[in-house]
């Protein structure tokens, strides 16, 4: 795999806006927060642009990517929100010129597509993490964030927040590379030049405010598509919102995953802080992992920066 160099409070952050518009007094607000922390920034000449729902147009977006990582003060590049649009521009993105100078890629949710292709063409780790939009005032946030990128240059481990129980379906071990993101994204890359690659994956998925009958249709397709079985085992992070009108007439979550999930037998840990919700942990994609049951933890294998 290519490994990204590692970043410290000193280093400057390439911001991107590669999906939804964002009001520039808001993102203002939110740059001098990050900025705070004792990083600089570098901002991409498209970020307060709007079309329609989008921060600007496909080809502009795609542009502000390809100059911002390929800035040489830029050490790593963090999308300043996620929302829709990432998919739409990513044929303007040149790869070629992240292979060949890997740096630290971080985002979530709408990005979820772009770091799964990018670390299974290229081999080349990225980050499901906060984004500039994201509250870096939660310790646990921050913590796990530079634990990763700026520490993450040795094996580690990933548990839960204190208080908030990582739960595990057995005490089994499996051990298989980390993809995934949220679960619409995932089932949107299939049948595309962008669709992830399921096979001896650790999968890792994650909901915001859909209906458990959509997250029902959504598993459904991956298994009836024959993508969950090709996987080692799951992680289940946060389903935010994701709740019945009217529980009477739904299934839970929780039968849900027994049906579609659990069934299949293979290692998988419930309820970890990663996803649409707070704190959020920051995952390293396309890493070495093994998720172990029996502890309730992970352990990534390997360096993910250097």
Known sequence: MHIPRKINFNST??????????????????L?????????????????????????????????????????EVEAVISYRGGYGT?????????????????ILCGYSDLTI?????????????????????????KETLDSFTQVLMQGDKPFTIINPE????????????????????????CASLSTPYEMDFKNKILFIEEVDEAPYAIDRMLTQLLLSGKLQQCK????????GCTAEDSSR??????????????????????????????????PLGAKVEIDGKNKKINILEKVVQ
Do not use: C, W
């Not at 299934?251 to 704190?279: C, R, T």
């Open 87 to 103: 998919m739409r521009m990513m044929h303007h993105i040149n790869y070629r010129n992240i292979v060949k100078n890997p740096k």
């Open 250 to 283: 739904s299934l839970s979550l929780n039968e849900i995953f027994q049906e579609k999930l659990f069934s299949l037998k293979k290692p998988v840990l419930i309820n970890l802080m990663s996803g649409h919700d707070n704190p959020k942990l920051t995952l």
């Open 32 to 72: 001098s927060e990050f900025q705070n922390l004792g990083f600089k920034i570098k901002k991409g000449s498209h970020i307060y642009d709007k079309y329609g729902y989008l921060a600007g147009s496909d080809e502009s977006r795609g542009e502000d990517f390809n100059s911002v990582y390929n800035s040489p």
């Open 163 to 186: 208080n908030i129980l990582l739960e595990s379906s057995s005490d089994k071990s499996s051990t298989g590379r980390l993809s995934g993101g949220n679960l619409s994204l995932i």
């Open 114 to 138: 772009l770091l799964n292709y990018i670390t299974d063409k290229y081999r080349m780790i990225t980050f499901h993490a906060p984004m500039i939009s994201s509250d870096f005032t939660i």
């Open 233 to 240: 085992g799951f992680i289940l992070g946060q389903f935010t």
């Open 13 to 30: 952050i390439g911001v991107i806006s590669p999906a939804s518009h964002e009001k520039s007094e808001i993102i203002d607000t939110k």
